[in-house]
């Protein structure tokens, strides 16, 4: 194939490759088949910062690695979209099966190790950390139950640490009065600081070796491998493996999957616990 013309800009069939190898490499994201979106989601950005084509954007991306471009590819190439309560029979396993296993487990250290594994802008780790709360109630300070919350992307993290949103959907009025505060002047509910605190957020590329002071108890990792192919994916899946406490529990999204792992047994849909 020749250079093609999206939008008035061209991506040749080398600079492809080389965008395709450079994601690859560096975020695992496999868009070795998305030719089409990288130049429909790319082109009119790339044009407002002054470029004329794809060579010269792909030519200072590569020599500099500047990280306003690289946020510009992720941010553009993946969808940061998430919601509270996502997938919410995941947060009722947590709450039902491995909270009450947890807590006798950790009698002794009562500190719980729990991670959110691409949390984009925020609902899922603050999710969890309301589970948390409700699930120990008068007994939650007693308890080191701090949720780590990682991302790639600079601007989903500053929007996960604001911990500001539009009115929760689907979640239970008492929780909203418990958990946000209302702010008048934008419209939008904050989450309470006794919550906001519980959440430490951080920048962390899941291709990295994983070196966290704890190992895991629970690792929370949905909507992030449908952009891995199965190698990146299982190489990520073993760095789990080796970061988790034995007997712990991985919660992948329901559109995702382990492929044929012998590390992790399917315990519930979506749900994986170490061997």
């Known amino acids: 194939m020749g250079d093609i013309l999206f939008n008035n800009m061209e991506i040749s069939d080398e600079d492809f490759k080389r965008m395709v190898n450079f994601l690859q490499k560096e975020y695992g994201i496999d868009l070795s088949k998305k030719r089409q979106l990288i130049s429909s989601r790319l082109s009119h950005s790339l044009r407002t910062l002054g470029y004329e084509n794809f060579h010269a954007f792909l030519e200072h991306l590569l020599t500099k690695k500047d990280s306003s471009d690289i946020e510009l590819l992720i941010n553009k190439l993946t969808t940061n979209y998430t919601f509270f309560l996502r997938e919410k029979d995941h947060f009722s396993y947590l709450q039902n099966t491995v909270l009450p296993q947890l807590v006798r487990r950790h009698q002794g250290n009562r500190v719980l190790s729990i991670w959110s594994a691409g949390c984009s802008s925020g609902e899922e780790p603050y999710t969890l950390s309301i589970y948390l709360k409700e699930f120990f109630g008068a007994e939650a300070s007693k308890w080191d139950t701090r949720v780590l919350a990682t991302d790639i992307s600079q601007q989903a993290l500053a929007k996960a640490q ?84 034995p007997s712990s529990y991985l919660f992948i999204s329901h559109s995702e999957s382990l492929g044929q792992t012998p590390l992790f047994r399917m315990v519930a849909p979506a749900v994986y616990q170490k061997k």
């Open 162 to 245: 604001a911990g500001l949103y539009k009115k929760p959907a689907d979640m239970p009025q008492e929780w909203i009065n418990r958990y946000f505060k209302p702010d008048a002047a934008s419209g939008m509910y904050s989450v309470v600081p006794k919550i906001k605190s519980n959440v430490i957020f951080r920048t962390f590329n899941l291709m990295d070796p994983i070196q966290f002071r704890l190992k895991f108890d629970v690792i929370f990792c949905r909507n992030v491998m449908i952009y891995f192919n199965a190698e990146t994916r299982d190489a990520l899946v073993k760095r789990f493996y080796d970061a988790m406490l």
